[in-house]
């Protein structure tokens, strides 16, 4: 069989070794290059798509696997069922797009622009890599790599507190990655050993004993809460997401943040269904204090790169709080809205990037009456905020609701305080178009540009795709199903027995 998982982690991999040993001549075509890679990257995901045997979801399909380090149990060893598969295609659909939508800056200096570039497309191969793993050692070092091209992207490319945003970014990670670290190397000497000690499949189901498992589920998740954000261990983002690029910002968020909830299903519930089970009431506390709190902090910003950063906090405490009912709704509408969430995060980030880009302000305060001036960026706006506050018709509104009904029954107050978030969203969201568009138009926004082709382009597909979802979630839903079924089943059996 073809190995499109491989492919899709070294294509991009080469592509900015390219961009990167281009002649001075040809710097100039910097972003086509790139351009191109990340469109034979997502032609691939396409071909997969179709290739891909929904009969049979639940089980790692497009297998590779190949001894890599057999001296400590490692393997290189790639697949995915349908939760990584609809994760590396929200990855191959947004980097493109990010491309595009900062296919202006850095136009006259090409060494900058290759190497933004070439950072992207490193993260592109590490973001397939880490949805891709099957083995807990490559997962772990595709997981800690990738703190490398974000930590430049970060800290080169920004505002004027990029670099502390940049270590601050790096601090919150590493602690994560240590702890994480440690369960790693636990899992070898309690787990079964030998030349795959660290594949997944060998791992679900093996009893740990309860004290070595609950130690090393605590190791996994706090770098999975790290990088989720939940609250306390949430500050960082809204610190890099007021100083990065909005591309930037909008891959972390969008994609590389839901490598936390992703690795709390495929790796904490598969791999430690007792102490996943165990720790679920507190971590429902903490998922719900998330859903208030970031709506409420929200609302209070007035900067629009903080506000919808505190926007993501407050919706991976539903995703959060889906995942930890353990229930086969629940999970499932958690799962689709880690996909619905990248499609909508993704796109407000780059709408007010390119609202800052025309203006150079990020704050609510310097804008005013625009609806009148750009009647499309302000209706593209529009459509977008109401997919974060999950407006029925689009795609979020689905998984919220699956979410919230798949828990009722389990945590009943919890669900019934996570619904006052989605009433909170409201006003975030609309507090802010009526700021920023409706009114009189402020002195000096009379000439703001209109939403150009390109950036048409880039917004429009995910709308697109948001009402398609929204009117036949089935889509996603198909591919999401029986994964969800067999974790569940995987925690329940587990806690029965």
Do not use: C
Request: net charge neutral; no cysteine; charged share 10%.
């Amino acid at each position: 069989m073809f190995p499109f998982l491989t492919v899709l982690v070294l294509l991009p991999l080469a592509g900015a070794a390219l961009l990167r040993a281009l002649p001075e001549g040809a710097r100039s075509r910097v972003r086509e290059i790139a351009l191109g890679v990340t469109l034979l990257e997502l032609a691939l995901g396409i071909v997969m798509l179709t290739q891909f045997d929904l009969s049979d979801a639940a089980t790692q399909q497009f297998t590779e696997t190949y001894s890599w380090i057999p001296q400590i149990g490692a393997s290189w060893a790639l697949g995915v069922n349908g939760f990584g598969l609809s994760m590396v295609a929200l990855s191959l659909i947004l980097t493109p797009l990010v491309i595009l939508a900062e296919w202006r800056r850095d136009a006259e200096d090409h060494h900058r622009a290759a190497r933004y570039l070439a950072l992207i497309l490193v993260l592109q191969a590490f973001m397939v890599g880490i949805f891709a793993a099957r083995d807990v050692f490559l997962f772990y070092v595709m997981f800690e790599a990738m703190l490398i091209p974000l930590y430049f992207l970060i800290g080169g490319f920004g505002g004027e507190q990029r670099r502390y945003a940049a270590v601050k970014f790096l601090l919150y990670s590493l602690v994560g990655g240590l702890i994480m670290l440690v369960a790693v190397v636990a899992l070898y000497f309690v787990g079964p050993g030998g030349e795959q000690a660290y594949l997944i499949d060998n791992l679900a189901g093996y009893d740990f004993g309860t004290t070595a498992e609950r130690l090393m589920f605590l190791g996994f998740f706090l770098a999975f809460a790290i990088k989720a954000p939940m609250v306390p261990v949430h500050t960082w983002l809204p610190t890099v997401a007021e100083t990065a690029r909005p591309g930037t910002t909008a891959l972390l968020v969008a994609v590389l943040d839901k490598i936390g909830t992703f690795g709390m299903i495929t790796l904490g519930m598969v791999i430690f269904p007792q102490a996943s089970k165990w720790a679920a009431p507190v971590i429902i506390v903490f998922a719900v204090i998330s859903v208030i709190y970031g709506a409420v902090a929200a609302i209070g910003q007035t900067d629009m790169l903080r506000l919808v950063s505190f926007t993501s906090v407050s919706h991976f405490g539903i995703m959060v709080l889906g995942i930890y009912a353990f229930q086969q709704t629940s999970v499932e509408g958690a799962a689709f809205y880690m996909f619905n969430h990248g499609l909508s995060t993704g796109a407000l980030f780059l709408v007010v990037g390119f609202l800052i880009e025309r203006n150079g302000s990020p704050h609510v305060s310097a804008y005013g009456g625009l609806q009148k001036v750009v009647p499309v960026m302000a209706g593209t706006f529009l459509v977008i905020g109401l997919s974060a506050l999950a407006l029925p018709g689009l795609s979020p509104f689905v998984s919220e609701i699956m979410v919230l009904v798949g828990s009722f029954g389990v945590a009943n107050a919890a669900v019934v305080v996570a619904a006052l978030g989605v009433i909170l969203a409201a006003l975030y969201v609309l507090l802010t178009y009526q700021k920023v568009f409706t009114g009189p138009t402020k002195e000096g926004l009379e000439k703001t540009r209109e939403l150009g082709i390109r950036e048409r382009f880039v917004l429009w597909p995910l709308i697109g795709l948001m009402l398609l979802l929204g009117f036949l979630p089935s889509l996603a839903i198909d591919y999401l199903r029986d994964p969800a079924a067999a974790v569940v089943t995987t925690v329940n059996a587990e806690v029965s027995e």
